[in-house]
């Protein structure tokens, strides 16, 4: 693809990739925080081990040095979408829980919501450089889910941070992979190659 | 027959000539020497024809035989081995070259003084993952990562049997939690010319971290002059290099490198040290033109400045020693020479 190759479009593609691992750095802190917080508020055991939930995109992955620049880009993005409307769907549950009493949680989960949509935008700017159609976001509404008791809630709300904690430290390696010149073509490795 | 036997330190041991009658003529030995009367201590009894060692220590291991007294056949042969059942064994699991996979390693506390075997099993949520046995050292396992980036914990257990008994131990742990790169390599530290409060450190990574440039590392530099105790403490985000510029001037210092994966992990231990002093000025002695102009004037042919001259830069020297002439001295000195000739 021309365009993905030339000059400029590396630089962009390197600039994006900079801001990228520094926003996933960030986000990865806060979520941290907010596990912290999470936990205590919710008046769990942090070492609690959590199923699978459904609907909850994992980070776990197999062969994660074999993908294609395209690959990480997608899986990324359907990732954080997924969690942009779990984080949605928490802080909505905790208002109708705690209301107002607890308003530093509400905070924090609406500060890592915010830093979520911006990680999924930034991703999507990333794709568009490569001229790559960004997949549409209808028919992508997690499935309904049966109306869970207040503790299931509770867990599930913390195997949603926890992921989203893993996944944040996925995205930042890889964006320095995508951020990786290409030893052929001098463009990043993946980027090149049809889906 | 012969066999081994393997007893627990404190126990009594009863043996029985082979088929040998309790009231037959027999004599036992120990690694080829008779037990005769004279020998035969509280610990070791003749019972007719049984030979009873009471609670056995470490010194009592060894081959004993016994023959029938008259035709010296051998009739009975065993190789007794006196030891502990294992206590709980160590272990440990680490990441030191993350993301390819980690290593697990155990010893036991105590030496049981007979052989062990060691079972390792490592299972990832429901699945069993093979620990492939390194050859050197005997007591490790590494394994690679199928997965990354998994929640799901791993159990790592541990077993270890010997004769007289068997125990295990048993760890889980998440993936980010056990890595932890080897400690930086080939730390070089340096003055820096002309400058009496610095010293340049400079490392490399580990060789045993295999993607530094998609797993960067950071770094924990310490440094302390060898008179005090106190560390001062820089941590770098990024580069592999250094300058210290709060050196005391003239003292020596000692230096240590550590090494953190930039999101994950433990700290690695510390570096190798290394020792550097920082530049200091060589002492200056006082001089006038008198000597200079009578030094040059002594000596057409060779161009020798005196040793204490300070008039050029020492950057400037060219030769050493007693030879060592700088370029502005054997302009000065050249132009009184032609004067002279």
């Known amino acids: ?195 | 027959d012969s066999h081994t036997q393997y007893e627990r330190v404190g126990a009594d041991v009863t043996m029985k000539c082979g088929s040998m009658d309790w009231d037959a003529a027999v004599t036992w030995t120990v690694n080829g020497t008779d037990i005769n009367e004279s020998q035969l201590t509280r610990s070791a009894q003749l019972n007719g024809s049984y030979l009873i060692l009471k609670n056995v220590g470490l010194s009592e291991s060894g081959q004993y035989s016994c023959y029938e007294g008259s035709s010296w056949h051998l009739k009975y042969q065993t190789y007794l081995r006196v030891g502990t059942p294992p206590k709980e064994p160590v272990l440990m699991c680490r990441s030191n070259n993350y993301p390819k996979g980690f290593y697990c390693s155990w010893h036991l506390p105590t030496p049981t003084y007979i052989p062990n075997t060691f079972n390792i099993s490592v299972i990832h949520g429901t699945k069993d993952m093979i620990c492939e046995k390194d050859a050197v050292p005997k007591n490790r396992c590494h394994i690679r990562y199928i997965q990354l980036f998994s929640t799901v914990k791993y159990k790592v257990t541990l077993t270890v049997t010997n004769a007289l008994g068997k125990n295990f131990t048993t760890l889980t742990f998440d993936e980010f939690a056990i890595v932890k790169p080897d400690p930086p390599e080939s730390v070089v530290a340096k003055p820096v010319p002309n400058n009496p409060r610095r010293l340049e450190v400079s490392w490399q990574n580990p060789s045993s971290w295999p993607d530094p440039e998609s797993f960067p590392l950071k770094f924990f530099l310490r440094y302390r002059p060898l008179i005090l105790d106190q560390w001062q403490h820089v941590e770098l985000s990024d580069g592999t290099s250094h300058t210290i510029t709060d050196a005391y001037a003239g003292k020596e210092y000692i230096i240590q490198v550590a090494a953190k994966d930039n999101d994950i992990g433990t700290w690695s231990d510390w570096s190798v040290a290394v020792h550097a002093t920082p530049w200091t000025e060589e002492p200056k002695h006082l001089t006038t033109e008198a000597q200079i102009t009578e030094t040059t004037s002594a000596s057409t042919s060779s161009f020798m400045a005196p040793p204490t001259t300070k008039i050029c830069d020492k950057g400037a020297v060219v030769g050493s020693g007693a030879v060592a002439v700088c370029w502005t001295a054997g302009l000065v000195v050249a132009a009184y020479s032609v004067l002279f000739i």
């Open chain 1, 1 to 195: 693809m021309a365009a993905a190759d030339s000059p400029s479009a590396a630089l962009r593609r390197r600039d994006l990739c900079s801001r990228g691992i520094r926003l996933a750095g960030k986000m990865r802190a806060d979520v941290v925080d907010l596990l912290d917080i999470y936990v205590e508020q919710q008046g769990l055991d942090a070492s609690v081990s959590v199923a699978a939930v459904e609907g909850v995109p994992l980070a776990a992955v197999e062969r994660w040095d074999e993908q294609t620049g395209t690959q990480r880009l997608l899986e990324n993005l359907a990732a954080y979408r997924a969690f942009r409307a779990l984080l949605a769907q928490m802080l909505e549950e905790q208002r109708e829980q705690l209301g107002e009493a607890d308003a530093g949680l509400g905070r924090a989960l609406a500060a890592v919501l915010l830093q979520v949509s911006a990680f999924a935008y930034h991703l999507e700017e990333l794709l568009r450089l490569e001229s790559r159609g960004i997949p549409g976001e209808e028919g992508d509404e997690p499935p309904p889910l049966p109306r869970l008791s207040l503790f299931e809630q509770k867990l599930r709300g913390l195997g949603v941070l926890r992921e989203l904690a893993q996944w944040a430290v996925r995205s930042a390696r890889d964006l320095r992979q995508l951020a990786k010149p290409s030893p052929a073509t001098g463009t990043a490795p993946g980027l090149a190659e049809s889906p």
